[in-house]
């Protein structure tokens, strides 16, 4: 299994004020896939390696997560794992910005990775 191309899907975050943020993302097709692990960062940048990411969640093998209504701008990634813990790399990056926050600054130069991530309004 390609566990680094393994979170190529889309990752969606929608929010409302009232009904809070979910994050959402394609599933993963791989036959051993057991779940995935949601990550978070208060900063830029955002990834396992820059010791701004904790852990938020480890989930089974469903397509999304309820984030709350955070107060400031939060970044979220997720990474997919199998059944013997072998971890994918992680999805592109999802960006949550409450309202009347001002823009979250531009991120740092970083190699490219596939966008998986999006965030949407739950109604």
Same mark, same amino acid.
């Given at each position: 299994?390609?566990? +680094? $191309?393994?979170?190529?899907?889309?990752?969606?975050?929608? &929010? &409302?004020?009232?009904?809070?943020?979910?994050?959402?993302?394609?599933?993963?097709?791989?036959?051993?896939? !057991?779940?995935? $692990?949601?990550?978070?960062?208060?900063?830029?940048?955002?990834? $396992?390696? &820059?010791? /701004?990411?904790?852990?938020?969640?480890?989930?089974? !093998? +469903?397509?999304?997560?309820?984030?709350?209504?955070?107060?400031?701008? %939060?970044?979220?990634?997720?990474?997919?794992?199998?059944?013997?813990? /072998?971890?994918?790399?992680?999805?592109?990056?999802?960006?949550?910005?409450?309202?009347?926050?001002?823009?979250?600054?531009?991120?740092? !130069?970083?190699?490219?990775?596939?966008?998986?991530?999006?965030?949407?309004? +739950? %109604?």
């Amino acid at each position: 299994m390609n566990w +680094v $191309r393994a979170i190529a899907g889309v990752l969606v975050l929608w &929010s &409302s004020t009232a009904w809070g943020a979910t994050l959402t993302w394609t599933a993963n097709s791989e036959p051993d896939l !057991a779940g995935y $692990r949601v990550f978070q960062c208060s900063q830029q940048p955002c990834t $396992r390696t &820059s010791g /701004n990411a904790s852990s938020l969640a480890t989930l089974g !093998a +469903v397509t999304s997560f309820n984030i709350g209504t955070p107060a400031v701008t %939060q970044y979220y990634f997720i990474t997919a794992y199998d059944s013997t813990n /072998n971890e994918s790399g992680m999805s592109g990056l999802a960006t949550f910005t409450p309202a009347g926050a001002p823009p979250p600054p531009p991120p740092p !130069a970083a190699p490219p990775t596939p966008n998986g991530l999006h965030i949407s309004a +739950v %109604q």
